[in-house]
């Protein structure tokens, strides 16, 4: 998976495992393999059984980075079962039954635009005797494209990568991109009704709350237009005035708000989290295990400025290696969430490479390395992350000056530090492997 791990230290092979047993337990046919079963006509997700000869259409719709193989795997379990269905992705994929559709992301495409506008138009043809399918999955914000009302690609491409780069939380950000669209915040959900719509989400948001992943397109909506304008007010987030006019047409009631918990929408939607960040640290902690070190999972939920959030990380990572505290090497410390980055500077790079090289900029221990990795393989840039040591960091002036720049990525490339994996077809968010050996004899 990793497709420069031959050039990559081989001190550096336990972390590596550990991503790459992370990603791969999180990947559509293994979950879908494990959490789904079809015995006769009935299907079963978690607790709940379906009847398939009770409907009389089963539709498949949805989209996100992993939205591919799962409608791949998807269609190895149900067969032609399955009527039609349409799901957008940027992983192109050979399915019978369902259409999978070429989208773009982060940012919006044309394509995705229009591939979106047939997403919808499957759905509102859903009747109350069919069954609608929907995978949702990481990634699903920018490759459910399709703008609301008057707004053009343009101005939501441009409104896209100004929230992007301003440091707002990622449920920040969606409330913009809820209040922007023909499809996000439940209105995939109105679009089904009046079907029975069971969503198979693969979570890429802390706490996988579902009214964020992939901007909640079958979720109900809390939040509402004045409150999008207040995001882009709060973080200093400049969009085109098309949008602008958007949003305050809906603040005085000229357009209608998204649909919110009281909707009829919902009342035929269940939902059913099949994998989320958990899923990946659960596998990477077994593979640590199994190599002879002990595992401590910190935390499924880390968030904030990845430069300030790798301060901490490493901070504990030394606590072990000083004092055996909280669990003594050989050891890895293993994390989950989604850290952001505040763009001022014009380099390359995403939050897993900050994370990286912040970490290597704090680490003065040679016992521990650092990987961080975005688990759909996309770090910004082509790369999915990047793994260091203090060594990476040198000169270490050199490298704070990259990192203050935003320009962690050139540097952690001329480092040979970063990690490529290509799409993994996957998306769960960060994963964080640290490692740390036994404490050697210094000085």
Do not use: W
Request: hydrophobic share 40%; proline share 5%.
């Amino acid at each position: 998976m990793i497709n420069n791990r031959t050039a990559l230290a081989p001190r550096h092979e336990v972390a590596l495992d550990c991503i790459e047993a992370g990603i791969n337990a999180a990947d559509p046919t293994a979950v879908i393999d494990s959490k789904l079963a079809l015995e006769g006509t009935t299907l079963t997700i978690g607790a709940d059984r379906y009847d398939l000869d009770a409907y009389e259409r089963l539709l498949v719709v949805g989209g996100g980075n992993a939205a591919g193989i799962a409608a791949s795997a998807l269609e190895s379990l149900l067969g032609n079962r399955i009527d039609d269905g349409v799901v957008v992705t940027d992983k192109a994929v050979a399915c019978d039954q369902i259409r999978v559709k070429a989208g773009d992301h982060p940012i919006p495409s044309e394509r995705g635009v229009e591939n979106t506008r047939s997403v919808l138009r499957l759905a509102e043809e859903a009747t109350a005797s069919d069954l609608v399918v929907a995978i949702v999955t990481g990634g699903g914000s920018a490759l459910l494209g399709a703008p609301a009302g008057e707004i053009t690609l343009d101005a939501l491409q441009s409104t896209t990568s100004a929230l992007l780069e301003s440091g707002a939380p990622i449920e920040a950000i969606n409330a913009v991109r809820k209040h922007c669209s023909a499809i996000k915040g439940g209105q995939l959900a109105r679009a089904c009704t009046p079907a029975t719509t069971v969503g198979l989400v693969f979570s890429d948001v802390v706490d996988d709350r579902l009214d964020v992943i992939a901007s909640g397109v079958c979720t109900p909506d809390e939040s509402t237009y004045s409150d999008a304008l207040e995001v882009l007010d709060r973080f200093d987030v400049s969009v085109p005035s098309s949008v602008i006019v958007h949003l305050e047409s809906g603040v005085d009631g000229a357009l209608p708000e998204t649909p919110a918990s009281d909707d009829p929408a919902f009342e035929q939607v269940t939902q059913h989290v099949v994998a989320d960040s958990t899923t990946a640290l659960e596998a990477a902690t077994t593979t640590a295990r199994e190599a002879g070190y002990t595992p401590l999972v910190l935390s499924g939920h880390v968030r904030g400025e990845a430069r300030e959030a790798a301060k901490t990380i490493v901070a504990i990572a030394k606590q072990c290696l000083y004092t055996g505290q909280p669990v003594e090497p050989p050891a890895i410390l293993l994390s989950g969430g989604e850290t952001t980055v505040t763009v001022t500077g014009n380099g390359e790079g995403g939050p897993n490479q900050e994370f990286a090289l912040s970490a290597a900029i704090e680490t003065d221990a040679p016992e521990i390395t650092v990987a961080s990795v975005d688990t759909d393989g996309i770090d910004g840039v082509e790369a999915a992350g990047a793994i260091t040591t203090t060594e990476t960091a040198m000169p270490q002036n050199a490298a704070q000056s990259a990192l203050d720049a935003n320009d962690a990525g050139t540097f952690l490339d001329q480092a040979d530090a970063r990690i490529y994996t290509g799409q993994t077809n996957t998306n769960v968010n960060d994963l964080r492997v640290v490692v740390i050996e036994e404490p050697s004899d210094r000085e």
